[in-house]
């Protein structure tokens, strides 16, 4: 295999993320790496062909830049004793693309590393509308119900759901303010719509696109919390911990990758029928 500067970008990204998992004193915040890690991966899907147009060079002084930036990254962090979160992910990228394609080729990645905000902005929303009350007490409902038709007796009161586990254990779930998935619906809503913009499209198409984007995001936090209580109710409460930490990152990058596969298709323009088929002329006998 042939080791293009796209796959030496690929490998140094993936060396800036794990090597402060070994690092003394530095650590890695595991479900912003996690995240970070499969968005970049659904991204590179969506773009590979056009990191391969890249065709910049990094130049020596670039080379040191982005090694001294990343190294710089891992010594703060071991200086303050703090673990390498979603920010210094995207300092890590960002330094990875000058140390490849020098900085002239940072354009081409604003996507990911607007995302990468917007997910930021997502998980500090708390901080500014901490009263999710009403919504926390509308989801436990819907999950108290779709275990009843499930065949699980449920009780609700207020955010709390109690259910019996499969040994007959009472177990109550706290559907609290970070299960609402505002936060998610946000993160990823925004990912799901945001590549969209490359294409350049009508504002009559890409509205509704954007409603999709959005509310699929939504129903499927709604079917995370399904998965979850089943996992409580039939595999326990280690299984179900589990999976509410993890399940959630996957079925919306799952998501994710469907909306594109079909937003793409709605907004790329049709070719018209002249361009694709050859006239061919017509002799009269």
């Given at each position: 295999m042939e080791l293009?500067?796209?796959?030496?970008?690929?490998?140094?990204?993936?060396?800036?993320?794990?090597?402060?998992?070994?690092?003394?004193?530095?650590?890695?915040?595991?479900?912003?790496?996690?995240?970070?890690?499969?968005?970049?991966?659904?991204?590179?899907?969506?773009?590979?062909?056009?990191v391969k147009t890249i065709t910049t060079k990094s130049g020596k002084g670039e080379i040191a830049i982005g090694l001294g930036v990343i190294a710089g990254d891992y010594f703060v962090n071991a200086f303050r004793g703090s673990t390498v979160g979603l920010i210094d992910l995207l300092i890590i990228l960002l330094a990875s693309v000058v140390f490849v394609f020098g900085f002239r080729a940072l354009r081409s990645f604003w996507?990911?590393?607007?995302?990468?905000?917007?997910?930021?902005?997502?998980?500090?929303?708390?901080?500014?509308?901490?009263?999710?009350?009403?919504?926390?007490?509308?989801?436990?409902?819907?999950?108290?119900?779709?275990?009843?038709?499930?065949?699980?007796?449920?009780?609700?009161?207020?955010?709390?759901?109690?259910?019996?586990?499969?040994?007959?254990?009472p177990v109550v779930l706290d559907v609290s303010s970070d299960c609402t998935g505002l936060q998610?619906?946000?993160?990823?809503?925004?990912?799901?719509?945001?590549?969209?913009?490359?294409?350049?499209?009508?504002?009559?198409?890409?509205?509704?696109?954007?409603?999709?984007?959005?509310?699929g995001a939504f129903l499927i936090n709604v079917l995370r919390l399904v998965v979850v209580f089943l996992t409580f109710e039939y595999f326990g409460i280690d299984a179900g911990s589990t999976m509410h930490l993890y399940f959630g990152y996957l079925i919306f990058i799952g998501w994710v990758l469907a909306f594109w596969m079909i937003a793409f298709r709605y907004l790329l323009p049709v070719r018209p029928l002249s361009s694709q088929v050859a006239m061919t002329p017509v002799v009269m006998a």
């Open positions: 293009t500067r796209p796959r030496i970008l690929i490998l140094t990204i993936l060396a800036g993320f794990l090597l402060p998992g070994v690092l003394p004193s530095v650590g890695l915040d595991y479900p912003y790496f996690f995240i970070t890690v499969i968005v970049l991966f659904a991204w590179f899907i969506i773009k590979w062909d056009s996507i990911p590393v607007a995302y990468g905000i917007i997910l930021l902005a997502g998980y500090q929303i708390e901080n500014y509308a901490p009263n999710y009350v009403a919504l926390q007490d509308w989801l436990a409902g819907v999950m108290a119900g779709a275990m009843k038709t499930l065949g699980i007796g449920a009780v609700v009161t207020g955010h709390l759901v109690t259910i019996n586990l499969a040994n007959g254990t998610g619906i946000l993160a990823f809503g925004m990912l799901s719509t945001m590549t969209l913009l490359d294409l350049k499209p009508r504002m009559s198409r890409i509205i509704p696109i954007f409603a999709i984007g959005f509310l």
